[in-house]
């Protein structure tokens, strides 16, 4: 397994990429109301991206169709925008999004509520962004794959919910997806060691009921039971000054998002 480690040269590049994920991400979890469809939200980010520098990371990534992922309610991941789905009060929407600016990659998701959503599922969204804060609070240096997953694990597991098994973080750089994989579970002091350079994109995927996943096509995965999915990611460099989240300003501080 080849794990790059990444240069401050390198990890500065990757952060321009991470700053275009931040800034339209940030305007389209703004722009998220009731009546939408989810293809209103990717011609967004398309008029977004052609005015920034690089190109949109999934948009014909073996062959995906578009720049956006727009994951609904029970949609777990790589759910493909479309005119059809137009977005009702009280549904989450996952919106998973990035960026390749000169070479180097970064990779970030938000789950976003439409207008009012049930406590229950609030709660939901909520263990899910604090599951990813645990997470990244594991990306030091000297600390093991194994201590990110179960952070997650751990935080999700107690609160009743569970985490998805067939989709995991992964490594990211020059590359969309690089080693290692990262699982959103794991045993405390297992895995590879983290160094100083590692990037990985940390995504935890949380189902508020069970952890199985049923694909309805070649792309979208959702729950096997039919309950509501969060999806929260970032794209972390481990540095000598602690985990530095690539993919908002240096200046932002609290929750991740």
């Known amino acids: 397994m080849a794990i790059h480690l990444r240069s401050a040269e390198e990890l500065e590049k990757m952060h321009r990429a991470g700053l275009v994920v931040h800034e339209i991400l940030t305007a389209l979890r703004e722009m998220v109301r009731p009546g939408l469809t989810t293809m209103d939200l990717e011609k967004f980010a398309e008029e977004q991206i052609a005015a920034k520098p690089g190109k949109p990371a999934f948009k014909g990534y073996r062959g995906y ?42 990779d970030s998701a938000v789950t976003v509520p439409v207008g009012q959503i049930r406590p229950e599922v609030k709660k939901l969204l909520e263990v899910t962004r604090e599951s990813l804060d645990r997470a990244i609070d594991k990306m030091r240096a000297g600390n093991r794959l194994g201590d990110v997953g179960h952070a997650v694990q751990s935080w999700v597991e107690q609160h009743g919910y569970s985490v998805v098994r067939e989709f995991v973080g992964h490594g990211i750089g020059t590359k969309m997806h690089d080693e290692p994989n990262l699982p959103n579970y794991g045993e405390q002091g297992h895995g590879a060691r983290l160094q100083e350079g590692m990037v990985i994109a940390v ?55």
């Open 65 to 106: 169709p578009c720049s956006l992922c727009t994951s609904v309610n029970s949609e777990i991941v790589h759910g493909i925008p479309s005119s059809k789905r137009k977005l009702r009060e009280g549904d989450i929407v996952s919106i998973d999004f990035g960026m390749e600016v000169d070479g180097y990659f970064a």
């Open 203 to 257: 995504e935890p995927m949380v189902n508020a009921g069970r952890p199985e996943v049923r694909m309805r096509d070649e792309w979208v995965a959702e729950t096997a039971d039919g309950s509501p999915s969060a999806h929260f990611e970032h794209t972390i460099a481990v540095t000598a000054n602690g985990p530095w989240i690539l993919t908002r300003p240096k200046e932002m501080t609290g929750p991740s998002w």
